[in-house]
């Protein structure tokens, strides 16, 4: 599901759980603010403070899709982070347990990204040669050049 240049499967499925994750916590929260208005003032902080920590889960993977978009080279780090938020936000609900566990595939999908595409290579052609003086214009010039790049007498 993941492509040969960026992790786009995982990042749609981390995008998709983070909504999912981000809808369940703003209902919680809306839950809660109900209960407190209806005359259960503990329970309803109680229920309106699980939604906020779940919606702030949520905010976090949702950033975490956007990094593994963005820098695909910290798969690892991101791929982990997601499995750890994900996983958190069980404790929640999950994010109508489908976003939980779309979360954990998504890390699981970003750690088996293969970034080797993004990693540094090598100069892609060879570096110029040694600096040179034009023996006709006296200018120095840089490079393998035939000729002097200035006057364009042959060197």
Not at 30 to 52: E, F, I, N, Q
Request: net charge neutral.
């Amino acid at each position: 599901m993941a492509s040969a240049s960026r992790p786009f499967g995982s990042f749609l499925l981390a995008l998709l759980a983070a909504l999912l994750i981000l809808v369940e916590g703003v209902l919680l929260l809306l839950a809660g603010t109900l209960l407190g208005r209806l005359g259960d003032a503990t329970l309803g902080a109680a229920v309106g403070g699980t939604g906020l920590l779940v919606a702030i889960d949520g905010f976090l993977v949702l950033l975490l899709a956007i990094g593994l978009l963005v820098q695909p080279t910290a798969h690892l780090g991101i791929g982990i982070s997601l499995i750890v938020f994900s996983g958190l936000s069980f404790l929640g609900g999950g994010g109508f347990i489908v976003g939980g566990v779309l979360g954990v595939i998504a890390g699981i999908l970003a750690l088996a990204f293969d970034a080797s595409a993004f990693e540094a290579k090598g100069p892609t052609r060879p570096p110029p040669g040694p600096d040179r003086t034009c023996g006709r214009c006296g200018r120095l010039f840089s490079g393998d050049a035939s000729a002097c790049p200035f006057c364009n007498a042959p060197v």
